[in-house]
């Protein structure tokens, strides 16, 4: 009797996409000695990832010293390394502060990968330590209709499928005027990240608010940053959904014990949907339910 109980978005019968991120832009080695800065280590840390379950690599370039680039040469040198390693699908950033929207874009439009974020409204962005009462960080992250539009239009031109990552309730609400111009198109591509200060708290009640928001034939996944990470991960499992690891959003496999690869994240998530009895989800799978267009 399990199907009785299956609504719109809460399908927990069907097989589970792992999407591993490999690097982000602001952690480093000193954090992490796990972070790839190379093509080649880009390469094998998708690998790694690609054996131990994930159908979905997402990928903020870097310069082989470790800083951010936004250069397309940067991005072709990543994706051609992770084409020769391994089948996974790509995903491109597009999100960055203090550059422009082409140069957001230009890789996209460049090697056009199968999915590229979609950042969904813009919001205060921080960090902040209990311990010292202070902010470690914070800024603001502008994300625009105007620019959240062309962004959009042009991935619909290319045929790479956006993934609208909304850090709070209002970002979903975000993409309902974008589906009404004809610019979003079903199967729609949900991140919800959890735990960002300045976004949505990192609790399976706000979840399970998200997921009611979003339309029908949505296909989401739970991004928890952090401590927070498994907590969320278990949930979205639980209610049917996705989920995102990887050295971006987390670095430890257990309290204190720190992540050798993103393979051992992947290998965490996977064991964890296996254990409530759902399959981890293939690449041809993953590519049919997204009608994914490109590699």
Same mark, same amino acid.
């Given at each position: 009797?399990?199907?009785?109980?299956?609504?719109?978005?809460?399908?927990?019968?069907?097989?589970?996409?792992?999407?591993?991120?490999?690097?982000?832009?602001?952690?480093?080695?000193?954090?992490?000695?796990?972070?790839?800065?190379?093509?080649?280590?880009?390469?094998?840390?998708?690998?790694?990832?690609?054996?131990?379950?994930?159908?979905?690599?997402?990928?903020?370039?870097?310069?082989?010293?470790?800083?951010?680039?936004?250069?397309?040469?940067?991005?072709?040198?990543?994706?051609?390394?992770i084409v020769a390693a391994c089948p996974v699908? %790509?995903?491109?950033?597009? &999100?960055?502060?203090?550059?422009?929207? *082409? +140069?957001?874009?230009?890789? =996209? /439009?460049? @090697?056009? !990968?199968?999915?590229?974020?979609?950042?969904?409204?813009?919001?205060?962005?921080?960090?902040?330590?209990?311990?010292?009462?202070?902010?470690?960080?914070?800024?603001?992250?502008?994300?625009?209709?105007?620019?959240?539009?062309?962004?959009?239009?042009?991935?619909?031109?290319?045929?790479?499928?956006?993934?609208?990552?909304?850090?709070?309730?209002?970002?979903?609400?975000?993409?309902?005027?974008?589906?009404?111009?004809?610019?979003?198109?079903?199967?729609?591509?949900?991140?919800? %990240?959890?735990?960002?200060? &300045?976004?949505?708290?990192?609790?399976? *009640? +706000?979840?399970?608010?998200? =997921? /009611?928001? @979003?339309? !029908?034939?949505?296909?989401?996944?739970?991004?928890?940053?952090?401590?927070?990470?498994?907590?969320?991960?278990?949930?979205?499992?639980?209610?049917?959904?996705?989920?995102?690891?990887?050295?971006?959003?987390?670095?430890?496999?257990?309290?204190?014990?720190?992540?050798?690869?993103?393979?051992?994240?992947?290998?965490?998530?996977?064991?964890?949907?296996?254990?409530?009895?759902?399959?981890?989800?293939?690449?041809?799978?993953?590519?049919?339910?997204?009608?994914?267009?490109?590699?």
């Amino acid at each position: 009797m399990p199907s009785l109980w299956i609504k719109d978005n809460f399908n927990y019968e069907r097989s589970c996409m792992i999407t591993c991120a490999l690097s982000g832009v602001l952690a480093n080695r000193q954090q992490c000695p796990a972070i790839p800065y190379t093509p080649e280590e880009y390469a094998a840390e998708a690998k790694r990832a690609y054996e131990a379950g994930a159908a979905v690599v997402h990928i903020h370039a870097r310069k082989p010293d470790g800083s951010p680039s936004y250069d397309v040469a940067d991005y072709k040198n990543i994706y051609d390394a992770i084409v020769a390693a391994c089948p996974v699908i %790509i995903n491109f950033s597009t &999100g960055a502060v203090g550059i422009s929207t *082409e +140069t957001k874009i230009a890789a =996209v /439009r460049a @090697l056009k !990968p199968a999915i590229a974020a979609l950042n969904m409204g813009s919001m205060n962005y921080a960090k902040y330590n209990q311990k010292k009462k202070s902010f470690v960080f914070e800024l603001v992250f502008p994300n625009p209709f105007t620019e959240i539009i062309s962004l959009v239009s042009q991935m619909k031109e290319l045929g790479v499928k956006p993934e609208m990552e909304c850090f709070d309730s209002g970002h979903i609400c975000n993409s309902f005027p974008l589906i009404d111009m004809g610019l979003l198109v079903p199967p729609y591509q949900y991140s919800l %990240i959890m735990g960002v200060l &300045g976004g949505i708290s990192p609790t399976v *009640e +706000t979840l399970v608010q998200q =997921v /009611r928001l @979003l339309p !029908p034939r949505s296909d989401w996944e739970v991004i928890g940053i952090s401590d927070d990470q498994w907590r969320m991960v278990a949930a979205a499992i639980a209610l049917g959904g996705n989920v995102r690891v990887g050295l971006e959003d987390n670095f430890y496999v257990l309290p204190g014990v720190m992540a050798k690869s993103n393979g051992d994240l992947v290998a965490k998530a996977a064991r964890m949907i296996r254990d409530q009895g759902r399959e981890v989800a293939g690449i041809d799978e993953c590519r049919n339910r997204l009608g994914l267009q490109h590699r």
